[in-house]
């Protein structure tokens, strides 16, 4: 990729590199256009992201209708298999925060692709595998790497049988791969600058026509320029520093209990419905429609469209949460109703009506705290994404480990009371942030020094 020309509005400077080599060596300070990548190329980004980003769900949620097939062909317990999605929850909190620093250093496409490669090689070792042992290792592997998902994993559990869930998987990371690696371009400005360079070959575009890396600066806290990149894996638990801020700490505590209880009730809905009603597997995905309408549905209306700039002056945190005490209250009696319609086995539209309104609850829940947070750390939204990742994954990961030991001992109706009690937890949360979040943005200057060096993209 040879330099781009100056023009109105970049700038060049080509300090030496004591190699002899200036032309390799430069260095592009642009101070002009933020990004030279045209609008249908951002679309184009922007789809191949979301492609990439179904496939963490989508491999999680597949999963859920098969446990019980699962359990049966491999001779172990439902608590066993139920702890390879504990173990799969573990690593997804951990993966992107271990890797956030390397797509700093050499780029998002290579990791993109490496944590691909990674996916497909786990999801056809899941599918020749017949041992609990490999089953939970590589559900590990699987997770490192990345409304219809419970429907062909029930199907597919079902007919071919379930190593099949892993072949799709298998076949579908594989083309995500391939598609990756000719169409998504780099994106680090740390590496690509604007993205203002030409591409010598579609899809190659890590490399420069003179084959070495262009690292471009990026502005430092004191304003000079940072021009080398060090190759290194994040601490995985320094994002975790965003929580010492009490605004920031309620709103992921918030989410954390309400993912916890959203993936409880999607990892029990098979197994219950399989021995309550005695559904085939095929059946035992379709059970997850109701749910997922109501969670497709909530993301769809529950856009909050208030905005501003100065937020400083603004109660944000009153404005994000004024309806929170509905879906808050809906979500506490669906939850409580679904337990208690599967232990006094009542009609099965009783508690399919019941998912819909738990799914589309907490998903308006999820909106909100999303929203918030990214409001209250706009510097670095990602490394407050991070650590809300880490403890609803954390979370989640304890509520599924002691799922099938409640259910045993304790019912569904108690198990699911218990779960509703977690989430009436949130509302002390709520009224603190709302009461007292303004406050607390206010009066400390150590936001300031949490909030860490602005992020920067391309697209």
Not at 274 to 303: D, N, R, T
């Amino acid at each position: 990729m040879p330099p781009a020309e100056s023009s109105n509005n970049s700038n060049s400077s080509r300090p030496s590199s004591g190699d002899g080599d200036g032309e390799a060596a430069a260095v592009r300070v642009e101070d002009g256009k933020y990004t030279n990548f045209t609008k249908p190329q951002k679309r184009c980004i922007i789809t191949l992201v979301a492609f990439a980003g179904m496939f963490s769900p989508l491999s999680s949620f597949i999963y859920y209708p098969a446990i019980h097939t699962i359990a049966l062909d491999l001779g172990v317990t439902i608590t066993l298999v139920n702890l390879t999605i504990t173990s799969y929850m573990v690593v997804s909190g951990i993966t992107p925060a271990l890797v956030g620093g390397l797509a700093v250093s050499v780029g998002r496409r290579p990791i993109y692709l490496a944590t691909f490669w990674v996916c497909f090689a786990a999801n056809v070792g899941l599918a020749v595998q017949r041992s609990y042992p490999a089953l939970l290792v590589l559900r590990m592997l699987q997770s490192a790497g990345g409304p219809v998902r419970p429907i062909l994993g029930g199907a597919l559990a079902e007919h071919p049988g379930w190593p099949w869930i892993f072949w799709l998987l298998a076949i579908l990371s594989g083309l995500c791969l391939f598609i990756l690696f000719i169409f998504f371009p780099e994106t680090a400005r740390s590496i690509v600058g604007s993205g203002g360079f030409p591409v010598t070959v579609p899809g190659l575009d890590i490399c420069s026509s003179s084959g070495r890396r262009k690292h471009f600066p990026e502005k430092k806290a004191d304003g000079g320029l940072e021009t080398k990149k060090r190759l290194r894996l994040s601490n995985p638990l320094k994002c975790l520093v965003v929580l010492m801020r009490r605004d920031t700490a309620l709103i992921v505590g918030i989410n954390g209990i309400c993912y916890a209880t959203y993936c409880c009730v999607q990892a029990s809905l098979a197994l219950l419905f399989v021995e309550i009603y005695h559904f085939k597997e095929i059946q035992a995905g379709l059970i997850y429609l109701p749910f997922g309408c109501g969670c497709l549905i909530a993301s769809l209306v529950s856009v909050d469209r208030v905005k501003g700039d100065d937020l400083s002056k603004f109660r944000i945190e009153r404005a994000r949460f004024r309806s929170s005490w509905y879906f808050l209250t809906s979500t506490v009696v669906s939850v409580t109703g679904y337990g208690w319609a599967l232990a006094y086995k009542v009609n099965i539209s009783v508690p399919l009506v019941l998912q819909f309104f738990i799914g589309a609850s907490i998903t308006c829940l999820f909106n909100m705290c999303g929203t918030l947070l990214t409001d209250l750390n706009p510097q670095n939204p990602a490394l407050a994404q991070a650590a809300s990742n880490i403890v609803r994954c954390a979370l989640s990961a304890a509520g599924l480990a002691a799922l099938q030991q409640m259910i045993e001992h304790m019912g569904p109706g108690w198990t699911f009371t218990v779960f509703a009690g977690l989430c009436l937890l949130i509302a002390p949360m709520i009224l603190a942030e709302v009461c007292w979040g303004f406050a607390w943005r206010s009066g400390g200057a150590e936001d300031l020094e949490l909030q860490g060096r602005p992020e920067t993209t391309t697209s």
